[in-house]
């Protein structure tokens, strides 16, 4: 009787948790209950990075060689509308609001070629795609309402700086490590020494980023962010889902580019690979970032209503922009992942403090060195330093800003080769490349 009564008591105290559980969710207290990635993934660290470097990137003030203002792109016959320029900020000033669906990887190598083109319906995204970060974000550099909005519930101002200034907005995630291969049998018959999965593919899935500084015919332009209200602002998701040129009947056939902002692993950059999830316990990152902080552009296009707009984009790098209401195909992803136990650290001598280059890093056998992002890249000051790199052979390029200052390195000024080593861990190692 006594071991039946203990059993109902066991019951009841259950049954009251679910209760009490439940009535949180329903009273709408989702947000301050606990996110269930940081209940049971103690090993992956997922970061998002808005910069072109990985480390230690430009300050705001720092932009344009030093002068913080925003890049505008040529205007004229031929070209971008004549803008409207008044009161435009300096790029450290302007607003910024991201509101990001969730982070995707994938190991389905041939699924995913053609820039996701295969992928059809939603089985073969199911398929395809290993949901490590369904959990929506919002980042804002200030808020967009007296009241309390997503941004500050989720402390998003704090992650919209580290987004920016190197450190990594950190955003919840599941660890897929426990889906890996793994099996001596497997690690024999593909010829790696380790057990895990690699993976070709990373995306960032972006709902909305509203740039603070647009006007439509000299007035501010009104839009919405998180449902609400914001002036002197747009979305610039649309601008960039498509290379300027693009034909209406095109875009059926294409993928937005920012829904999702695809990484797409290269054979060169896979030979020594960073997107392998090793199995076991180590703890490791996942970082993914974008080159956005560092090319901000100030661009114009003709409505239908025959008005300019004028609003802060992306500099073209790769696609030249003259007035199309598109402008995409200028922003780049890379990711890697960090084993930091076993990561070393390097410095880099020879930085001339010009803030027209960088120090991009490359695994060896990458011979591309303007069209991707680097693994790695800091700028070219003195003592420059990389925080993470796993054990391999490596480029450290010096790269130049020089025939378009757009923000962009466009030029290779020169190279050398180095190591890390295997053994000892945790190692700081130092490489001279004078840069410029």
Known sequence: MKSLYLQLLLILLNVFVIIGCKTKLDLGDESKLPVISTLFNNRMLLLLKGTYATDNPLDWSELNNGTGELYVDDQGEGLDPTMTLVNRPKAGSIPIFLDIGEVRISSKYLKGLNELTQIRDTVDSNKFWDYIAPNRQVFCTVTYSFDNNTCTESNGILKASDFFNGIGAQFPSNDPS????????????????????????????????VTGYALDAGIPVSGRFDNRPIINGLNIVPRNNYVAGTTSSAKSTIVPKMFPALFTQLNTQSVQSDMVIRDGFDPYILEVRINLKENLMLHSYLTSRSTIVTYVGVSDIFFDHKGEGD??????????????????????????????????????????????????????????????????????????????????????????????????????????????
């Open 178 to 209: 426990s889906e890996t291969i793994g099996g001596i049998e497997t690690a024999l018959a593909t010829g790696r020494y380790w057990f895990g999965r690699e993976y070709y593919y990373a995306a960032i899935y972006f709902r909305s980023l």
């Open 327 to 436: 402008a995409g195909g200028n922003i780049l992803t890379r990711a890697r992942v960090i084993y930091p136990e076993t990561a070393s650290s390097l410095t880099i001598s020879g930085g001339g403090n010009s803030l027209l280059h960088y120090y991009g890093i490359f695994r060896f056998h990458e011979t591309d060195f303007l069209n991707v992002l680097p693994l790695a890249a800091t700028p070219a000051k003195q003592n420059a330093k990389i925080k993470y790199l796993n054990p391999g052979t490596y480029k450290a390029v010096c790269l130049g800003d020089l025939t378009k200052q757009d923000g962009y390195p466009d030029t290779v000024v020169r190279e050398t080769t180095f190591n890390i080593p295997e053994y000892p861990f945790r190692q700081t190692y130092n490489v001279d490349l004078t840069c410029p």
